[in-house]
């Protein structure tokens, strides 16, 4: 976190990627992972490669940001692990899911082997997906902590498993585009604390945070998860009395042209 030794200068890394693991729970790597989150730094760990009811740690901590693998048709990979991870020290305590995310893990160009290129497949491969995910997140917003992050991605992903949050993909496969669009739009400061509670959720992404729009009729854009099952729009000149001059029902993007009162 500080290569040169001298605290004055900003030269540590702000996204760290780990495509390594030990088998079952390892007290041990909680401190480093915490220690980590605290200097703001991003700790994005490949889940493991023996399948499903099994993960590694340090993914499998919960300040980890852990990750599977999907292959090219958006399915999950066989190999990618994934379980409800159950922790009790002074730290955590309770059932957590993991992985957290999932990207593309199959059959990816990689030099990771003697002889040079080959195509290798692992959630070993898809962790750096993530992590270069948030390094384009902090690219926009510099100031965004590890937990803003997995907010972005929570509510930008792609949900190809069980509806919410699962075993298999996480909250979904990454989308680097809509995770960036999110960013830029300002709308995660509404998203309230990260947590892994399963939830419906909206915003306006045009105009954007700080935008105004004026006229007789405006054209707003509302974007949502993909299960978010209607919009309602509503205005109010003091904020306490509310007036729903349109409600949509076609996410996961919904569009509208208005006539305000």
Known sequence: ????????????????????????????????????VAAGVVPVVAVGNSGEGTSTSPANIPDAIAVGATNP????????????????????????????FSGPGSGIYSVCSYGGYIAMSGTSMSSPYVAGVAALLLEKNPDFTSTQIRQILKYSSVDLGVEGKDTRFGWGRIDAFKACELAVSGAYESFGPY???????????TPQVSESVWGN???????????????????????LLWDTIDTRSHPPVSYTHLTLP
């Open 1 to 36: 976190m500080d290569p040169d030794n001298d605290p004055d200068t900003d030269d540590g890394a702000d996204v760290v990627n780990i495509s390594l693991g030990v088998s079952g729970i390892c007290e041990e790597f909680v401190e480093p992972i915490l220690n980590m």
């Open 73 to 100: 048709y958006d399915e999950i990979c066989y190999f990618s692990s994934g379980e409800n991870v159950s922790w009790s020290n002074e730290y955590y305590n309770g059932d957590y899911i993991k992985p957290d």
């Open 217 to 239: 009729a405006v054209s707003i854009i509302a974007a949502s998860s993909p299960f978010t099952r209607r919009i309602e729009f509503q205005v109010s000149a003091d904020k």
């Open 195 to 205: 947590d892994e509670n399963y939830g419906n959720w909206a915003y306006i992404s």
